[in-house]
């Protein structure tokens, strides 16, 4: 068995021996996917920090058929960072100095405009989304734009994993030939 594996199934019997050696084992790569995911090195090592610590609590659910410690673990991490950037998406940042006239700035319709500033790079990419069935465009945005994984996606959709991938992979295949 893996020496990964091993100290994380000792974690999970309370082993704060086995989690001082797993954080030093782990903590070097669990922090760069940390640092590319927010961009951010403060932010990065606090999520850490809340990762290790949910790992702690979660060890005792981890066996050795749910993969390898180190993507077990990984994947905490990964889901700690997604929550703290959807988390920082929803409190937008609050200027008292700034003023608005009116309401418009908040709205999501794209107006001729704001059209007319856009790229035709992202011209043709709007046009191409909207070729792709409904589902396929919720699909591509939730994931990309959100970071939702592909598992929150067919639970949020009440479809099978299966599906909501296929979506995807058929979606960016469209959008690949259609940039192209």
């Not at 979660?58 to 390898?68: I, M, P, R």
């Not at 200027?95 to 043709?124: G, M, R």
Request: glycine share 4%.
């Amino acid at each position: 068995m893996d020496s990964l594996n091993e100290l994380l199934l000792r974690c999970g019997r309370q082993d704060g021996i086995a989690f001082k050696q797993l954080y030093q084992h782990t903590s070097p790569k669990l922090y760069a996917l940390c640092c590319r995911l927010v961009r951010d090195e403060a932010l990065a090592e606090d999520v850490l920090q809340e990762g290790f610590i949910k790992i702690w609590h979660s060890a005792s659910t981890y066996s050795t058929d749910k993969g390898h410690a180190l993507t077990w673990m990984a994947t905490i991490v990964r889901n700690q960072a997604l929550d703290r950037l959807r988390m920082a998406k929803s409190r937008p940042e609050i200027h008292p100095d700034l003023e608005y006239e009116s309401l418009e700035f908040a709205s999501q319709a794209i107006t001729p405009d704001l059209l007319t500033q856009l790229s035709s790079d992202t011209q043709q990419l709007l046009e191409c989304m909207e070729e792709l069935k409904p589902e396929q465009r919720e699909c591509i945005l939730q994931a990309f734009y959100y970071g939702c994984t592909h598992e929150e996606l067919a639970a949020s959709m009440a479809r099978p994993l299966g599906t909501v991938k296929a979506w995807i992979r058929r979606g960016l295949e469209h959008l690949r030939n259609c940039l192209a």
